[in-house]
């Protein structure tokens, strides 16, 4: 059995003696340490742990309350008995008001169990009460957490991630977690009130239920994810780059279209998400007003994709240029490259740049003999030269990258082409020019097509690029020799490329393959 530890402090040493043997007796399993002073009470305090303080009232220099102020930040919770030989009201009254646990009379004190008896009492009491406070706290935390949680995707409500938002800004937040970068996520279910509308309101709570359990899977420990209202879902997660944020976001959204269905339809449901990031402590609402932007352009852009908050600053100025009158789609377009050229790397501007430039010399070889409409010409010029518009949106460090792409990063710059496309239409473009750029990365075997039709814009496009791509510098590989490169053009012959393109560029092979080195 564990001896029961008790602190005595009393200054006279007779009454010291009887105090100890009224406490302690050969048969008790308690332990008993002396003081006769305040600071003799005080070291002990600070050197062992006690089940009981027991303090004669009247001490040299202090009283039993006085010294229990300097003795409680040391002995927290410990219960106290105070003992005098004045039964004074006010002593008794100034010993309670203190927060001690019991008062007991000298001479009762002294008189057989008596002070035993009451030393035990006091402790089971305090005992009983940190129980009690424990079990009371437990249930506190439990109904701040259900306070702080959706009922429906057990993740955090708004409050709760308010609440996870101020503490990363507080003043007492780590350095560390202010020198990290947070990626900002807005994910809202397409389509969603159709849902409701047309297979009723369990359904909806199913599907709002299996995405919030694709969110809740690919979070980790120290991200925050919450149903921020309706059937959109925030999540903050420490990230290191826009290019890790994207690639998270696509990957999301890919197990929701792959993993969520409409209950008793089958259907995909499919989600448009909003991406920003910023510095862990600087996610305020302008970041939070960044995100929804994001989302929406995101279901402009025809819904179930991802979009950046660069994305949608290069979207508002395609829309405040494509509103200026009298000028060309061409003349548009460049006026936006000028605008956006102090935020733009080196890679990006030799994408829009002198590989659009090279690209169109060689698409213009090869459509001047497939083409002969001038305003289906035009438009073809317009988009080899401009196809990687959607590449000033990529961050530079991406396209930069000497090494080859992870899928996730593939995923991000394979965007561009969508997204040039959208810049595009925003600019004022014809439909042709557009659908080329959109299309301009699209296999010819993903066509489905069996007879093989006359070229497309976008297939003549697709095949030039790669050919002065396979013929120039790239971060990730040198320029292959121009027979090499004709090699690997003629390889994919009916399988990446169209074939016919293919022929003709092998047949004006010293012509093009000048024209696009």
């Excluded at 709760?160 to 990363?168: D, F, K, P, Q």
Aim: net charge neutral; hydrophobic share 40%; proline share 5%.
């Amino acid at each position: 059995m564990r001896q029961t530890r008790v602190l005595l402090t009393e200054d006279d040493t007779d009454q010291q003696r009887l105090l100890l043997r009224a406490i302690a007796n050969g048969e008790r399993p308690v332990s008993v340490s002396l003081a006769s002073t305040a600071a003799e009470a005080i070291d002990l305090a600070r050197c062992e742990n006690f089940d009981c303080l027991v303090l004669d009232y009247n001490l040299p220099l202090c009283t039993a309350p006085e010294l229990l102020r300097e003795i409680e930040p040391l002995q927290p919770g410990v219960p106290v008995v105070v003992i005098s030989a004045s039964e004074c009201q006010e002593v008794v009254i100034n010993s309670i008001r203190g927060g001690v646990a019991d008062f007991v009379p000298k001479h009762d004190a002294l008189r057989g169990d008596m002070l035993w008896n009451r030393v035990q009492a006091a402790i089971t009491n305090a005992r009983a009460e940190r129980c009690e406070r424990r079990r009371i706290n437990r249930r506190l935390k439990q109904l701040e957490s259900s306070a702080h949680r959706d009922p429906l995707t057990k993740l955090c409500n708004r409050r709760g991630m308010e609440l996870a938002m101020e503490a990363r800004r507080a003043p007492g937040a780590s350095a560390g977690d202010r020198r990290q970068t947070a990626a900002v996520f807005l994910i809202d279910l397409d389509h969603f009130k159709r849902v409701n509308d047309q297979l009723g309101h369990n359904a909806g709570d199913a599907v709002l239920r299996d995405a919030a359990n694709v969110i809740r899977s690919a979070c980790h420990d120290a991200d925050i994810a919450a149903r921020w209202g309706g059937e959109e879902f925030l999540v903050i997660r420490p990230s290191v780059s826009l290019v890790h944020a994207f690639a998270w976001a696509e990957q999301v959204r890919r197990r929701v279209e792959q993993e969520v269905r409409l209950p008793g339809t089958g259907e995909q449901q499919t989600a448009s998400i909003g991406v920003d990031v910023v510095p862990s402590g600087q996610v305020t609402p302008g970041v939070l007003s960044r995100v929804d932007r994001a989302m929406y352009l995101a279901k402009d852009a025809g819904r179930n994709r991802v979009r950046t908050w660069c994305m949608v600053e290069a979207m508002d100025l395609a829309h405040e240029i494509g509103s200026i009158p009298g000028t060309s789609a061409h003349d548009r377009i460049c006026l936006l490259v000028q605008r956006l050229r102090r935020r733009l790397g080196p890679t990006q501007l030799e994408h829009v740049g002198v590989h659009g430039t090279r690209v169109n010399r060689l698409v213009m070889d090869v459509a001047g003999v497939m083409f002969d409409d001038p305003e289906a010409l035009a438009d073809i010029a317009l988009a080899a030269e401009f196809h990687d518009l959607g590449k000033v949106a990529i961050p530079e460090s991406l396209l930069a990258m000497p090494r080859r792409l992870s899928a996730g990063e593939r995923c991000f710059v394979d965007e561009h082409a969508r997204f040039g496309a959208d810049l595009f239409e925003a600019i004022g473009a014809s439909p042709r020019a557009i659908r080329a750029v959109e299309l301009h990365h699209r296999r010819f075997d993903a066509t489905g097509t069996i007879e093989p039709q006359p070229p497309r814009p976008s297939e003549v496009l697709n095949a030039c690029d790669a050919l002065v791509t396979m013929l120039s510098d790239r971060p990730y590989a040198r320029a292959r020799p121009p027979e090499q490169a004709m090699a690997e053009l003629r390889a994919e012959r009916g399988r990446q490329f169209h074939p016919d393109v293919v022929d003709l560029l092998h047949a004006l092979r010293d012509q093009h393959i000048s024209r696009a080195a």
